[in-house]
């Protein structure tokens, strides 16, 4: 599967964006979705994931209550909105699809990453 990923940009501290990761194929909904970021000279983090169905919804603790995965398996699509957006959120966002359904916090359990979308939010 091929994954594309867009929405970033440069917001001020407390603003929105909405990131959009359309995948190729007609195995999207096979997949649970998740989304990760890397700041500059940090490892690449978990930030949110969704289950198959998108009956399941799992968040960083950094992120919880500010940020929503959602996703349109119609569509072949996920999302992360992003709200009330801090400085520390700076980051290239990258979404990426888990074929094996374990570890969804964990990197190497997804196969397929997109090329990341530039997030920069301004105090």
């Known amino acids: 599967v091929q994954l594309q990923a867009s929405g970033g940009g440069s917001v001020q501290a407390g603003g929105s964006l909405r990131l959009s990761c359309a995948a190729s194929?007609?195995?999207?909904?096979?997949?649970?979705m998740g989304w990760f970021r890397q700041a500059p000279g940090k490892e690449r983090e978990f930030v949110a994931a969704?289950?198959?169905?998108?009956?399941?919804?799992y968040y960083a603790d950094s992120v919880k209550g500010r940020f929503t995965i959602s996703r349109d398996n119609a569509k072949n699509t996920v999302y992360l909105q992003m709200n009330s957006l801090k400085p520390e959120d700076t980051a290239v966002y990258y979404c990426?699809?888990?074929?094996?359904?374990?570890?969804?916090?964990?990197?190497?359990?997804?196969?397929?990453w997109g090329q990341g979308t530039l997030v920069t939010v301004s105090s």
């Open positions: 990426a699809a888990n074929p094996r359904g374990g570890s969804y916090y964990y990197p190497p359990e997804y196969d397929y």
């Open positions: 194929g007609r195995t999207f909904r096979r997949y649970v």
């Open positions: 969704i289950s198959q169905s998108g009956g399941s919804t």
